[in-house]
C-alpha cells in the first residue's frame, strides 16, 4: 500500500549495525539435537500458557515436546527461567520488504521508485528482512515490491540459499491493480513515470498478468481492489473502486486454478464487495466493513488483515482533505475490528511494514490489537497458528509441536500479562539454527 509515514531517523545505518553484533549464527546439520527447557511456553495452539516444557530439536524440525523430562544425551541445551515466555516464530502476513517509510521530508514513496537504483532498493531490503527476524518475525507474508519487480522473489531465494538471514518469504512479486488505480500519479502526463504495480485492464490482460507474475515466482496473487480515498459531502469515507467483480473473477481463477491464493486490499464500499463477490482470500486493511461485509467473510471464510497501527499514527493536519481523511479512516478501522473479532472472522496478524519505517517495532501491531479488544492470547494466535493457517502451513509453522519447523523465540516477561513484552525478543531461532541470543539464556 501507500500511505505516508513518519520520519526515518538518521541513526539508521549506525542501528542497523549496533544490531549485528547482537546475532549469531549457529549451524545446525541434520543430526545436531537441540533441548530447550522452558519455563514458560506460549505454543500457538493451546489456549493456556504452558510450564515447565521440554521442546527436543533435531535438524530443523521439533522432534518432541513434552512436560519436563531430560534432555537427549549429547543434546545442547538451552533453558530460559521463570522470567521468560518462549514462542513460536511469530509471522507478519502484511510487509513491503522494499518500501522504506514514506515520510514526505524523505521523499516520500515516489522517490524510491523515480531515484533509488534497483539495487539500492534490494540492499535496503536486505536490512528490513534481517530486522524482521531479529524481532522473531521468522516468517512473513511480503505484499508487493512497490516497483521493484521480481526483486522480491531474489530476495527469498538468498535467505533459502543461506546467503543472508532472513525469514521464510511468501512473496506476491508486483501486485495488480487497473489503469488509474496506482501510484505514481500526479506528473506530466507526457512523461512515463514508473508504476507501483502492474497495471492493466479488462479479464484478459488481468489473467495475463497474473500468469506472468505467478510464472515468475509469485507464491500468493495482490490486487488492489480500492485505491483513493476521501471524505464525501456527508462525511462519509468513500474509496475508488478498481477491479470490476469480472476483471477480478479472471485473477482468482487463474490463482485458484494453480492452487495460489489472492491477497485483496481493499477498504470498503464498492470495491469491497467486488472483493468478495471476486473471491478474494483475504481483506487487507478492511477500514470500513458494513455488517454485509462481515457475514459475506463469515460465509466464505475470508481472511481479515486489519494492519491497525499503521493507520493510528501521522496524520495530516486536520483541517485539511487529507487530515479529514485520515482521521475518517482511523474512526471506522476500530468499529470494523471489533465486530468483525465478535462476529467470528478469521483475522491473521499484519502490520504494513515499509509502508511504516522499518526502524518502528513490528509488535506494536499486537498493542492495538488488544486495545481494540482482542486478547493478548488470541492476538498472538493470530500471528502464530492461525497465520499459519492462511499460509496453508498450519502444522508446520506457528506452533511448538513435533513435525514444526524449529522456528522458536524468547521475550523478556510475560505478553498475556502485558502483550509489549512481544517487543522484547531476546532468542531468535530458525529452521533450527540459533540467529540471535542474548538476554536469558543459559547454556550448560
Ligand atoms: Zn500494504
Redesign the pocket.
Known sequence: ?TRRAIFVPPVFILFCFAGLSLCQSSPAGPENITAIHAANLIDGVSAEMRHNVLVVIKGNKIDSVTAGGKAPAGAAVISFGPQVTVLPGLIDT?T?IFLQGEDPAEGGYDIQLLKHPSSFRAARATVSARRALEQGFTTLRD??TEGAGYGDVGIKEAINAGYIPGPRLFVVTRAISVTGGYPLEGYNPDIVVPKGAQLGDGPVELRKIAREQLENGADWIKVYMTHRSWVDKKGKLVSQPTLTTEELKAVTDEAHGQQKKVAC?AYGGIGLRRALDGGCDSI?HGLDLDDAAITQMVEQGTWYVP?LAVYYGDWAAENTPDGQRDRARASVHEVSFRKALKAGVKIAFGT?M??IPWTQPIAQEFDKMVEFGMSPMNAIQSATSRAATLLDKQGELGVIAPGAYADVIAVAGDPLAKVGALKNVTFVMKDGKTFKESGDRVIR
Open positions: 500500500m502484511h513491503h505484499l508487493e486490499h487487507e494492519t504494513d515499509g509502508g
